[in-house]
């Protein structure tokens, strides 16, 4: 399967599948596959939201039928490949009848793991061991375990997290209670009135200076020109000047510059979209580790190039 059939499709680029592919699509908002074999047309749903974190299902699932195709071993019928859904463990009788909006106090940190599980899998459509955000919370409540709801505040305070972690914990945690407040799990959000943390000013450091654009240029140049590279090395810093001179005159974040799509770059109106990212997950940043997913703030911006030197984009 091609990396444009994996997760080009998802964000608008179209082109016809080849012959013997199975094309990943969009089905009402959940993964479809679809393909030919000896003359017949199959279309496969997949029990997931059609978002580029869930992916790699439909990948690992083509994979498999077209490996059941060269063996000589496809089911027609198809039931072979139908995914086997998602059980989450239902709670103990006894347990069922704490979990009520009578009684949050009967209520334990731990007992709400599950219900975590399956609130970021089916509500959010998040794989949670995937996704780095949510499975740190997942092991915070893991943590807590044995720990009353009411205490929940000050496990938090109780973690040595930077104050945008805290903040991103919390508001993650507040959505969580949200829904299972709806879900009449529990009557009342443990966290309720806690407020995020701000930011103090930090000192301005004034060993600490921003490079003066001529120092930009100079940098640049010598990158682009091997100027300090080693002549015997394998790996010329040229060949990164057109990532690190668009991360100069952009200011984007790394993963918001390797996961830039053709379609964003618009040459015409010398603007590039930025509105999404490559990020990286629990298993690491290299490229197979990596996921595509909206900014960090989750908003889009459009960027100008640099009026005073654009030819510094291109090498």
């Not at 039928?65 to 039931?79: H, Q, T, V």
């Not at 914990?169 to 709806?182: A, Q």
């Not at 993963?255 to 990286?280: P, T, W, Y």
């Amino acid at each position: 399967m091609t990396l444009h059939n994996q997760f080009g499709s998802k964000m608008g680029l179209k082109s016809k599948t080849r012959k013997g592919d199975i094309s990943i699509g969009n089905n009402n908002g959940r993964i479809r596959l679809r393909w030919r074999y000896a003359g017949e047309r199959y279309s496969l749903n997949l029990p997931y939201a059609y978002l580029p974190e869930n992916m790699y299902h439909g990948a690992i699932k083509a994979a498999e039928i077209k490996l059941d195709i060269a063996k000589g071993c496809f089911d027609p019928s198809l039931e072979k490949y139908n995914p086997t859904p998602l059980v989450l463990p239902q709670p103990k009788t006894e347990m069922a009848s704490t979990l009520k909006r009578s009684d949050d106090a009967a209520v334990s940190i731990i007992d709400l793991v599950r219900y975590f599980n399956e609130w970021g899998t089916n509500v959010r459509n998040i794989d949670i061991n995937r996704t780095t955000y949510y499975l740190r919370t997942r092991s915070f409540l893991e943590k807590c375990k044995g720990a009353p709801l009411e205490q929940l505040p000050l496990k938090l305070n109780q973690e040595n997290w930077s104050v945008s972690t805290y903040n991103e914990r919390l508001s993650l945690l507040n959505n969580f209670f949200l829904w299972l407040i709806d879900s009449e799990i529990i009557s009342k959000n443990p966290l309720r009135g806690v407020r995020r943390k701000k930011n103090k000013r930090k000192r301005k450091n004034p060993k600490r200076e921003p490079l003066e654009e001529k120092e930009i240029i100079q940098i640049l140049d010598a990158i682009k020109n091997d100027t300090y590279c080693p002549t015997a090395s394998n790996f010329k810093h040229s060949f990164y000047y057109p990532f690190l001179a668009f991360i100069f005159f952009t200011g984007v974040r790394n993963a918001e510059a390797i996961g830039l799509r053709v379609k964003h770059v618009d040459l015409g109106n010398k603007r590039v979209e930025i509105s999404e990212a490559f990020a990286r997950t629990i298993k690491g940043s290299n490229h197979s580790a990596r996921i595509q997913k909206g900014t960090k703030t989750e908003n889009s911006r459009f960027l100008l190039y640099n009026p005073i030197h654009p030819d510094h984009l291109y090498r």
